[in-house]
């Protein structure tokens, strides 16, 4: 299976009331900076290099995600890259991802991204419509995306745009609008995300106010209906509950090693990290401090960043492996469930949540009700 | 624990009982008890007259000395009665007086009146401050009835609100005494407690039993000590009891062997025996107070009595509760904790039940309510149980137009088919209050089927109304309503007085098409469709979504009277699922995984057990819990 290095750029030029991301906007570095974040990454690189020395590792995917990483100059993040590459070295059809803040690219920096290796750009579009982007606290002007769109294209990077659904607000029609908007910039992949406020955040803090309503998930069930229908009649398919893509060679693989259980290393901070069982050594995630400064600092004591790791028990990696690969259209393996498990398959196509011709050839994946349900089917199969 | 006033000078105790148990002549005993309502200061009087007459001394003393238990010290009431041996002289004579202990509150009429049968006269103790309670009342009736001497008496004199005249005036009109024949005493301060003792001596009767008949000896009170086995209490009323004799239960002829016989000074003493007309304890080493019955006579094996004495009745539950464990696994420690409970209590009754809601548990009967939330509370303390209880229900009698009968204990047995009638207990209520609250508390009985019998003026303040009420309608919060609407000053007494037909009927309540038993109920007609609809609508609330429909219905027979339904959830899924998000979602679903452990599947609808606990918890209906009784 294949191994991911995942960066965590942990900047944004303001936060977003809906995000509880490991991000800081310039209010709240406490003394951290971009240039220590750059160079205790490279140091953190240089650290796992050493953890995996002798396994002959060779990187499949990059995923730069934020905060913002494109608030980063480009030649930075090109060093960031060169690191990942210095230190394990790159398959040769690698995918290399960076999440970009549409009003934070300019035609100029995609070209130079392109130029360090970057092959996919993921654009945080989020809306199409002014009202819904002000709720969310975006600063980007919608028409900011089509330019960032062409860049892209014209850098010869593919192109994914993500989309949230079911703001406090958003009518269905304004969520038709965003699609509409979405499709017509002729994404290689779209990612919609139901939104979920979180109690730490500014949007948590107004619901518990009173002063936005709750999230209706019978609406956002609406939308994503809505979503699929669009989608799938702009040619872009499915493959994992909030990811479609313009056939298979599109698919983010990076995400895909997430959902299959697949190796990865997270640099930055609060990056998390998860090896399978090696040897001896069980299944295994970490993940690191969250504060950028002493982040820096640890890295400058040349000690590990490492919050907190856990080792996951078999039964714990079993449910792991039920909850993210039913999530995935390709589906499960039956053979991989217990045998109580397997047992509940029959009634749960029955009830319209699992394909039947998947589970006909042994295979376990769910319907387009079945995906709105989920976590149903995991509670009954993990 | 509040602070022991110290006695005046003049009255040091007299340090020995000069009086010899077994040899004290009948002539120099005087028995009696305290009919008194809870708050009214009977455990401090009676704290007083151990440290006046010198049985305690004061270092010892704790306040309320004769209520042992905690739950009756939290409560402030007493459970179990127990008899105090006290020397008391009057002139140049040496008394003995046997000072047994009541139940106050309305469950336990029967052991009251077997206290009352073992005394001669009893010190009727009213607050000052709040005038006579509706079970004192009843009570004073039984021992009138019994013909025991009653001295009246104000109690708390000290208290800033007490209003001795008012309230003697109602003593006056009830006992038809005079004014100055009510004694007025502070169980606090002491203050006219000696006075209190005197009168006992020089007004109740002197026990009048045949020394020389055979022995007969009546059960007053039994309890379970875990280190002796059941103590039993006893009033000698005929011959005498030794040391070492065998004695008979005349109610179910069983002989016991006595390993020890004593009086209670107020730890037990073991003596030589009970004379004619004394009280005291015996052991005999039964484990089980069931096979030593408050009521029941004693008597010798050797030379035994031919007619028992009168008012024998065994406990009859008139409440039933299903009681289940929470935690599943826990099923056997509640058999235990009830087995053990059930050797200190012969009122609790219990059998294994199963519901479909709830699992595993035992159908109980009890006493009464308050029975119910004692027995309840103490197998919570006592053994750690978190429970859950079903609705209580009372009796109901079913008559088949087959001719046959079945009594019903759980509404959810209640037979389908050809019903000729339904019969449910009936109680006689008497209710005290101001006069102010007659229209609300005749409105509150009247929404409860009463029906009014009598009204009558204790005072020009104060009322005395009796209705009949059926005992299913005042086991359903009615003594809380009754609190919340008279502000707290209406009292409430009943006693059971038989059956009455009835137009009930079985409201099932059924989720997706599958009967809760646990909320299945016997409810008049009218109020059927009320039930009906509160039920099904708080489930509705209670009970999560599902991926799919489910109907909440509530029906009598096949006919549905309500209906809610729970709209199918549309969405159950975490949008996103990347690197940091994995094991909080893991995490996650193996909470849900253990809550789906508590959780009981009804048909194919997963219901959170939180959600049958919550239906089941009556106290969001605008009623108060846990109020003092």
């Given at each position: 299976m294949g191994f991911g290095v995942y960066l965590h750029v942990p900047f944004c030029a303001v936060r977003c009331g809906y995000c509880d991301f490991t991000t800081y906007a310039p209010g709240e570095l406490q003394g951290a900076t971009p240039e220590g974040y750059v160079e205790a990454a490279l140091g953190e690189l240089e650290m796992a290099r050493g953890a995996l020395v002798g396994e002959d590792r060779v990187v499949d995917t990059v995923f730069f995600g934020?905060?913002?990483?494109?608030?980063?100059e480009p030649s930075v993040l090109g060093r960031l890259l060169d690191g990942v590459r210095d230190a394990w070295g790159f398959a040769p059809d690698a995918e290399v991802t960076v999440e970009a803040n549409p009003d934070s690219v300019t035609e100029e920096t995609l070209a130079s991204l392109a130029g360090s290796g970057f092959t996919r750009v993921s654009l945080g579009m989020q809306s199409g419509v002014g009202r819904v982007l002000a709720v969310l606290d975006?600063?980007?002007?919608?028409?900011n995306v089509a330019r960032a769109v062409g860049g892209a294209r014209a850098a010869s990077l593919d192109v994914s745009i993500d989309l949230i659904y079911g703001t406090p607000g958003e009518s269905l029609g304004e969520w038709q609008d965003s699609i509409d908007a979405a499709l017509d910039l002729a994404p290689d992949h779209l990612s919609a995300y139901a939104l979920v406020i979180e109690p730490a955040t500014r949007m948590g803090a107004a619901l518990r106010r009173g002063e936005i309503p709750p999230v209706d998930p019978d609406l956002q069930a609406e939308m994503y209906e809505a979503a699929e229908e669009a989608f799938a009649a702009a040619g872009l398919t499915w493959y994992e509950i909030s990811n479609w893509a313009r056939g298979e060679d599109y698919r983010c693989r990076h995400n895909l090693g997430y959902w299959r259980g697949a190796d990865w290393w997270g640099i930055g901070p609060g990056a998390h990290s998860y090896l399978g069982a090696r040897g001896d050594s069980p299944a295994t995630r970490w993940w690191n401090v969250k504060h950028p400064r002493l982040y820096a600092e640890r890295i400058a004591d040349g000690e590990s960043p490492e919050a907190e790791r856990e080792s996951l028990s078999g039964e714990q990696v079993h449910m792991e492996a039920v909850m993210l690969g039913v999530?995935?259209?390709?589906?499960?393996?039956?053979?991989?469930?217990?045998d109580s498990a397997r047992d509940r398959v029959s009634a749960l196509v029955e009830d319209g949540l699992l394909d039947a011709d998947q589970a006909a050839r042994g295979r376990v994946g769910l319907t387009r009700r079945g995906r709105l349900l989920a976590d149903v089917v995991v509670r009954a199969l993990a | 624990m509040g602070v022991v006033r110290p006695l005046p000078e003049e009255t040091i105790p007299v340090p020995a009982d000069p009086n010899e148990p077994a040899s004290?002549?009948?002539?120099?005993i005087r028995n009696f008890c305290i009919i008194a309502h809870i708050d009214h200061g009977k455990s401090t009087l009676a704290d007083r007259m151990l440290q006046l007459t010198g049985v305690v001394d004061q270092r010892a003393m704790r306040d309320q000395y004769l209520d042992r238990m905690d739950i009756e010290r939290e409560r402030g009431i007493t459970i179990k009665a127990q008899a105090v041996r006290l020397p008391w002289r009057v002139g140049d004579v040496d008394y003995t007086l046997n000072m047994i202990d009541t139940p106050g509150h309305v469950d336990f009429t029967y052991e009251v009146s077997r206290s009352l049968a073992a005394s001669e006269g009893a010190v009727l103790l009213v607050d000052s401050a709040q005038g006579i309670e509706a079970q004192t009342l009843a009570n004073l009736y039984l021992a009138m009835e019994g013909d025991l001497t009653i001295i009246p008496v104000l109690n708390k004199i000290d208290l800033p609100a007490a209003d001795p005249d008012r309230y003697a005036a109602e003593l006056v009109r009830l006992l038809g005494c005079e004014p100055e024949d009510i004694l007025r005493v502070s169980g606090k301060t002491g203050d006219g407690v000696s006075a209190l003792l005197d009168r006992i001596v020089r007004e109740i009767p002197a026990p009048a039993g045949d020394p020389d008949a055979p022995i007969r000896a009546m059960i007053f009170d039994s309890i379970y000590d875990t280190y002796r086995g059941v103590v039993t209490y006893v009033r000698v009323i005929d011959g005498a009891l030794k040391a070492r004799d065998r004695i008979t239960m005349m109610s179910t002829r069983t002989t016991h062997e006595l390993l020890e016989i004593g009086v209670i000074s107020p730890e037990p003493v073991a003596t030589k025996g009970l004379a004619a007309g004394e009280v005291g304890y015996l052991i005999t080493g039964v484990k089980d107070v069931r096979r030593s019955r408050v009521g029941d006579t004693v008597t010798g094996a050797t030379r035994p009595a031919t007619t028992a004495l009168g008012g024998y009745r065994d406990p009859k539950p008139m409440v039933f509760s299903g009681l289940y464990p929470i935690d599943g696994s826990d099923y056997p420690n509640l058999r235990d904790a009830l087995e053990r409970l059930q050797l200190n209590d012969s009122a609790l009754s219990f059998e294994p039940e199963t519901s479909v809601a709830l699992g595993f548990g035992f159908r109980c009967g009890f006493l009464g309510l308050l029975h119910l939330e004692i027995v309840r509370e103490r197998l919570e303390r006592e053994s750690d149980l978190e429970l859950i209880s079903t609705a209580p229900n009372v009796v109901y009698t079913v008559a088949m137009d087959d001719g046959s009968v079945s009594i019903v204990t759980?509404?959810?047995?209640f037979p389908e088919g050809k019903i000729h009638e339904v019969k449910e207990p009936l109680v006689r209520a008497t209710v005290i209050a101001p006069s102010e609250y007659i229209g609300t508390i005749i409105d509150l009985c009247q929404e409860r089927r009463g029906v009014l019998q009598s009204m009558e003026y204790l005072s020009e303040q104060r009322v005395e109304i009796r209705y009949t009420l059926p005992l299913a309608e005042i086991i359903f919060d009615f003594f809380d309503a009754l609190k919340s609407r008279t502000r707290g000053y209406g009292s409430l007494d009943y006693e059971t007085i038989g059956d009455q037909v009835a137009d009930l009927v079985k409201v099932d309540i059924l989720l997706q098409g599958e009967k809760v038993d646990a909320f299945c109920a016997v409810v008049h007609k009218d109020e059927a469709y009320a039930y009906g609809l509160r039920l099904t609508a708080k489930l509705r609330k209670l009970i999560p979504r599902q991926q799919f429909e489910v109907p909440i219905q509530a029906a009598i027979g096949s006919r549905v009277i309500a209906r809610e339904t729970i709209r199918a959830l549309r969405k159950d899924v975490l949008a996103k699922c990347y690197g940091g998000d994995i094991t909080r979602k893991r995490k996650l679903l193996e909470k849900q995984k253990e809550g789906k452990k508590r959780m009981k599947t009804i048909g194919r609808v997963d219901v959170p057990q939180e959600a049958f606990i919550a239906a089941l918890d009556t106290s969001d209906d605008g009623s108060k819990k846990n109020q003092k009784r």
């Open positions: 934020g905060g913002t990483p494109t608030l980063l975006r600063t980007h002007r919608p028409e999530r995935l259209r390709e589906g499960l393996d039956a053979e991989v469930l217990r | 004290t002549p009948q002539s120099v759980n509404p959810s047995e």
